[in-house]
């Protein structure tokens, strides 16, 4: 129940990759996660959905419990109300969920409920709590459930699949997200999502995003294991020059 441990974990190493793993070759996932883990990477996403709330239909909590990994599990929900449904992603092994603000009819609650459950992993771990909002949501929206979330991620694609263009808004809706944070006093990590490749993670790290989702640029080109530590390396950097300026 006590996610402060896993919370500062993160906001020490930040900026993150967070692997989407489906667009892996599920015929070498077991090596292309050895890859990963020898990169250095520590996050691994799942993109979770149902056909419904957007228009692919993926894995579900089987897939999340089978992936056998030391990466975190980092369960993205883009399902219709999930409520009934976190338990399942939890006995999973989740140890990062997030849901969309645009698939709840009670998006307090089910955060609320999230907020009462073990890390089955690891039960002084805790369960890091998200809210994603798509591109066409208002980022006001989150303002009132920022009590109850450790993260926050801005979709820079409309969800359904990988491989998409990086939408630019996102550049300015995060500024405006990292502003409103600030003046809630709250410490929330950031989080983008969708379209990020080679070309602009550093732009993404410089905009200031904690957790970085990268899918398919991963799992194309070289290997897994050069393209993360490459993609990590140019997120280091460009963070690190933006505190350097800053200071
Ligand atoms: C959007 C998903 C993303 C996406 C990432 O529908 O939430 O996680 O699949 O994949 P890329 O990096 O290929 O856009
Ligand atoms: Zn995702």
């Known amino acids: 129940m006590q996610s402060k441990a896993l919370f500062d974990q993160l906001r020490q190493k930040a900026p993150l990759v967070s692997v989407g793993v489906l667009s892996a070759d599920l015929m070498s996932l077991g090596s292309d996660l050895e890859l990963l883990e020898r990169a250095g990477v520590e996050l691994l996403h799942f993109d979770i959905m149902d056909g419904c709330f957007c228009p692919m239909m993926t894995v579900g909590p089987g897939f999340v419990k089978a992936v056998k990994t030391t990466l975190l599990k980092d369960v993205h929900l883009m399902i219709d109300e999930p409520l009934d449904k976190l338990e399942s992603y939890v006995a999973a092994g989740a140890d990062m969920i997030t849901v969309h603000v645009e698939s709840c009819r009670h998006t307090h609650r089910v955060l609320q409920s999230l907020g009462e459950m073990t890390n089955t992993n690891d039960s002084a771990r805790g369960i890091l709590r998200g809210i994603a909002l798509n591109p066409g ?3 006001e929206t989150v303002m ?3 009590d109850e979330v450790q993260m926050v991620f801005l979709l820079a694609v409309n969800p359904g699949w990988g491989g998409q263009k990086f939408i630019a808004s ?6 405006q997200l990292e502003e409103m944070i600030a003046a ?3 410490d929330i990590l950031t989080g983008v999502d969708g379209g990020i490749t080679q070309d602009n993670i550093a732009d993404v790290a410089r905009m200031g995003a904690d957790i970085i ?3 398919s640029a991963v799992f194309r080109g070289n290997t897994a294991l050069e393209n993360a530590k490459s993609m990590m390396r140019t997120a280091e950097n460009a963070a690190k020059s933006i505190n350097t300026n800053a200071t």
């Open 137 to 139: 949501t208002p980022i």
């Open 144 to 146: 009132p459930l920022l």
């Open 213 to 215: 989702v990268t899918g």
């Open 170 to 175: 996102a550049q300015r809706r995060l500024k």
């Open 184 to 186: 809630s006093g709250r």
